[in-house]
């Protein structure tokens, strides 16, 4: 077989077991991997409550991982999330998915609930048990500095074995499965930690025509200005889109009051470089190196973290923001949920948390002591029990990342329609409305917006399963991929096909949501973004989203997908007539 392994490894933590299973082919080539192998692997799961012992957590990679694929080096961690009650995929770069893909496998699925803290140790021969109670506690660097010498290692902080409903997964190497609460999941089932070493490379079915597609795919990222130029994401990383975005007027700003924040000029892109003078990091085998770390090695925060740590809590302070982040990847918390849960604490108090109360804060929150043990439940839930709950800017409670979507009207519609909650990357208009990638469109119109960001999500979702980085599509383009598929699995992908694989995984993740009570009333903005203004400046006038404009491309987003008029399935056997 090329590509795919065709493998996948069944872990029962409650038993102490595992077990080696073929995947049917059919499956692989329909699903590809990643997002949609995992959705897949789901079908018989979806009902449970996350934190049912039952419930998996899935592990996987794509068939390019493993090859010299630009950007492939990346797995996808699957499940339901405890914080929005919805299907929840993550996917982070790095060596440990090139380990587990060299450990013969395409997925790997976790169920069951251990009797007490436990370490899974997978090498090519066996499977290991490792007791973890002297880990269990610790925060994830010690973790890591205590499992790396067997291999790639993916962990959970106090955050994850707490419960706290936004607790994320991060590997060795500093990437986060961030979103949606999965480290509350492992968490769960006293899983402290998994490590793979696997070292086999997939076999690949035309390695010249694969070569010729792989230096396509490299000569369009060298001409994209978003990757490789002077401004680009190569030079600066993600923060670079901090200016860009108070140009724009759409900086969230003190918990989405307002859509500038004066002072982001401290910590954008040039800010963090003279600052912090960092050096050039990405994903394992990644040519773009759009991650930053300090001249210590530790790592820098990625534009939603600074943006949300900054102009979110009204604070200017690059060093609190930093430190921030450090504090979260060592405790095991996603910082756009954890900065947006601060957030809207502070507006329903009255008082935005200062840049010297937050670390301790966090750490409550990872900890669930004090004031931690409510913020540890999400905006949703807070804001909730404080009774604003109008004051959680979150769609389907999960957190909105740092795009005002009053500054851009995809953006308003794509949060609402994406399966896992208040989610930028599921059709990432961004690129589009914002960074004229591959053609410009108007960003304060919703016309066309629905089909546009049906596409788009049918793209991405194959994106998600091959599994590539969206970066690359900011030089690259389906087409390039899909050749590289072809070269490396034999079988005959077009884009069309990809997009038609998509959609499935698409539909598929919304009939899951849909059966488990998810409809209309879910697909919806907080009120602040209807009826109040952003801040208009510069020439550009942030007015309130058009309410009738919007239901209307919600709507035609429907129809486009063949759902009925609530946003669900009239066909109640859908999911038995997918592959």
Not at 102 to 116: E, K, N, Q
Not at 306 to 319: E, T, Y
């Amino acid at each position: 077989m090329y590509g795919w392994t065709g493998n996948i490894l069944f872990i029962d933590l409650e038993r102490g077991t595992s077990r080696r299973e073929k995947l049917p082919i059919h499956l692989l080539q329909e699903y590809l991997g990643g997002r949609g192998l995992g959705v897949r692997l789901m079908r018989d799961h979806f009902r449970l409550d996350p934190f049912d012992p039952a419930m998996p957590l899935i592990f996987t990679v794509g068939p390019l991982c493993g090859t010299s694929a630009p950007t492939a080096a990346r797995m996808t961690v699957v499940s339901r999330s405890p914080l929005t009650g919805t299907i929840m995929d993550c996917s982070a770069g790095g060596r440990f998915a090139w380990q587990l893909k060299g450990l013969d496998l395409d997925a790997l699925f976790i169920s069951g609930r251990s009797p007490s803290p436990v370490c899974l140790a997978i090498g090519p021969e066996q499977v290991e048990f490792l007791p973890a109670d002297h880990l269990w506690g610790s925060d994830i660097p010690a973790t890591v500095a205590a499992l790396e010498s067997r291999g790639s290692v993916a962990a959970i902080g106090p955050a994850g074995e707490r419960g706290v409903l936004f607790a994320n997964i991060m590997t060795g190497e500093g990437n986060s499965v961030g979103r949606g609460g999965l480290g509350a999941v492992m968490g769960s089932k006293h899983l402290k930690a998994v490590v793979v070493n696997g070292d086999r490379k997939p076999q690949i079915a035309d390695p010249l025509l694969f070569d010729k597609a792989r230096q396509d795919v490299m000569r369009l990222f060298k001409a994209s200005p978003v990757i490789f130029g002077p401004l680009g994401i190569a030079e600066f990383g993600t923060p670079v889109l901090v200016d860009l975005m108070a140009q724009r007027r759409m900086a969230p700003t003190e918990n989405f009051r307002k859509t500038f924040f004066e002072r982001s000029g401290n910590y954008s892109g040039p800010a963090i470089k003279e600052s912090c003078h960092p050096r050039k990091e990405g994903c394992y085998g990644c040519p773009i190196q759009c991650k930053k770390s300090a001249e210590k090695g530790e790592h820098l925060p990625e534009y939603e973290t600074v943006s949300h740590f900054g102009a979110l809590n009204d604070i200017d302070d690059l060093r609190t923001i930093v430190r921030s982040n450090r504090i979260c990847n060592d405790l095991g918390l996603d910082t756009i949920s954890a900065a947006a849960t601060l957030s809207a604490w502070g507006e329903i108090r009255g008082k935005f948390p200062s840049a010297a109360e937050i670390p301790l804060l966090l750490t409550d929150m990872a900890l669930q002591r004090g004031d931690g043990q409510l913020l540890a439940l999400g905006s949703r839930r807070l804001a909730e029990h404080l009774g604003r709950p109008e004051l959680s800017m979150s769609v389907k409670s999960l957190e909105l990342p740092a795009y005002d979507p009053r500054g851009a009207y995809g953006m308003a519609l794509a949060y609402c329609t994406s399966s896992r909650g208040g989610c930028h990357l599921r059709a990432y208009p961004v690129s589009h409305e914002i960074l004229r990638k591959p053609v410009p469109t108007d960003r304060f119109s919703f016309s066309g917006k629905a089909r546009i960001i049906t596409i788009a999500e049918d793209t991405n979702a194959a994106v998600d399963s091959l599994v590539a980085c969206k970066f690359s599509f900011f030089g690259a383009s389906l087409e390039e991929y899909a050749e590289l598929l072809t070269a490396t699995t034999g079988i005959d992908y077009s884009p069309q096909r990809l997009k038609e694989i998509g959609r499935r995984i698409c539909l598929t993740e919304r009939f899951y949501n849909c059966t488990n009570g998810f409809s209309r009333r879910d697909d919806r903005l907080p009120e602040r973004f209807f009826n109040e203004p952003g801040t208009s400046g510069d020439g550009i006038e942030i007015t309130p989203l058009d309410r009738e404009r919007f239901e209307q491309e919600l709507d035609k987003y429907y129809h486009i997908r063949g759902l009925n008029a609530d946003g669900c399935f009239s066909d109640r056997d859908f999911l038995e007539k997918q592959p």
